[in-house]
Nanobody
């Protein structure tokens, strides 16, 4: 099983990014997909999730309005679009797959670093 996240990098405040996470080794379309993030010195926090068919997106309160989750089951890929980035968005972003969209304890990727400079 692999969840390979990419698309992070060093960006300026106000920029936009699209993170991608390619899954392999399991039945991607049978799992809910989610994104979490961990900022330096902080605990990991939930960002967003999406149902198996690409509907019913859910966002943490801080993510509403600037974050958009989507998925392409034909490509085994989940995306996270972030607009109007701020330094507070600096974190490692992880994608995860889960069968019940609650515990998020099935599969995790290695994360991609997003660094936002002011």
């Amino acid at each position: 099983v692999q969840l390979q996240a990419s698309g992070g990098g060093l960006v300026q405040a106000g920029d936009s990014l699209t993170l991608s996470c390619v899954a392999s080794g399991f039945a991607f379309s049978s799992y809910y997909m989610g994104w979490f993030r961990q900022a330096p010195g902080q605990e990991q926090e939930y960002v967003s999730s999406i149902d198996k068919n690409g509907g019913d997106p859910d966002y943490a309160d801080y993510a509403k309005g600037r974050f958009t989750i989507s998925r392409d089951n034909a490509k085994n890929t989940v995306y996270l679009r972030i607009t109007d980035l701020t330094p507070e968005d600096t974190a490692v972003y992880f994608c995860t797959a889960d069968s019940d969209r609650y515990y998020w304890d099935d599969y995790w990727g290695q994360g991609t670093q997003v660094t936002v400079s002011s």
